[in-house]
């Protein structure tokens, strides 16, 4: 579903992501690992259309983001690591906006907002109040109902459990398996290790926009932590 093929991406004198190749395949839930500035960011921001790129291809659905970014985007959802939405509307104007967007009838809407809403404990009034009065974590659930709402076949996330409570936390898990086991894919950027390791079939780990290692996650981590991996992986690099 999403192809990363030799991305390479600088900032002057600075490569921020050098020559990354990346599967991910329908039913995939992917974690994309390393420390800060590792070149994480980058590499989504590229993916979704969003930073243009140095070299290298990036293929949705075997479409070039480069090629044809509006059909690419009409299949994938993007959760950035901080949620910027428009404050001066609704909860509510917010959703059936995105909705309007990707052109969801309103019927198929009603019922998802619904659904998601109850889910991620957004009510009716929340809803109907201005997102201006919105906790961070109530925005990040806006954004997460509004990254489902057209049931995309690829979501790629930056952080995506960062100021979500418990609760939403474990529903969006939920959300992210359901998709899978329906054939979409997600492939999402984490410091949570334990998350990782717990919930996704494959990663990969970055260091100073370098691929250290990819792959099953059983096969990397094997009888070890994904924690104890991640330090022997990257410490062996800083060594170099």
Do not use: W
């Not at 949705?60 to 910027?84: E, F, H, W």
């Not at 998802?112 to 919105?134: C, F, G, H, M, V």
């Amino acid at each position: 579903m999403l192809e990363i093929k030799n991305l390479t991406k600088a900032y002057g004198s600075v490569v921020a992501v050098d020559n990354l190749s990346l599967t991910i395949e329908d039913g995939d839930i992917f974690g994309f690992i390393g420390l800060n500035g590792a070149g994480k960011t980058t590499t989504i921001k590229a993916v979704v259309g969003i930073h243009p790129f140095d070299a290298g291809d990036i293929l949705v659905n075997g479409t070039s983001i480069k090629a044809d970014p509006m059909a690419c985007k009409r299949q994938l959802a993007y959760i950035p690591d901080n949620p910027d939405v428009y404050e001066f509307m609704t909860g509510i104007k917010y959703l059936n906006f995105v909705a309007d967007v990707f052109e969801v009838a309103r019927a198929d809407r009603a019922v998802r907002i619904a659904q998601y809403a109850k889910e991620l404990e957004l009510n009716d009034t929340d809803l109907a109040s201005p997102i201006a009065a919105y906790s961070h974590g109530m925005k990040q659930k806006l954004v997460v109902i509004g990254a489902l709402i057209h049931q995309p076949r690829l979501m790629v996330l930056d952080e995506p459990f960062v100021g979500l409570d418990p609760r939403a936390t474990y529903s969006l898990k939920e959300q992210f398996r359901a998709m899978t086991a329906a054939g979409a894919c997600i492939f999402f950027s984490t410091h949570g290790l334990e998350v990782a390791q717990n919930l996704c079939n494959k990663i990969a780990i970055i260091q100073k926009g370098v691929l250290l290692e990819a792959g099953p996650i059983d096969q990397i981590v094997g009888k070890k932590s994904l924690e104890s991996v991640f330090l022997e992986l990257t410490n062996e690099d800083e060594a170099r």
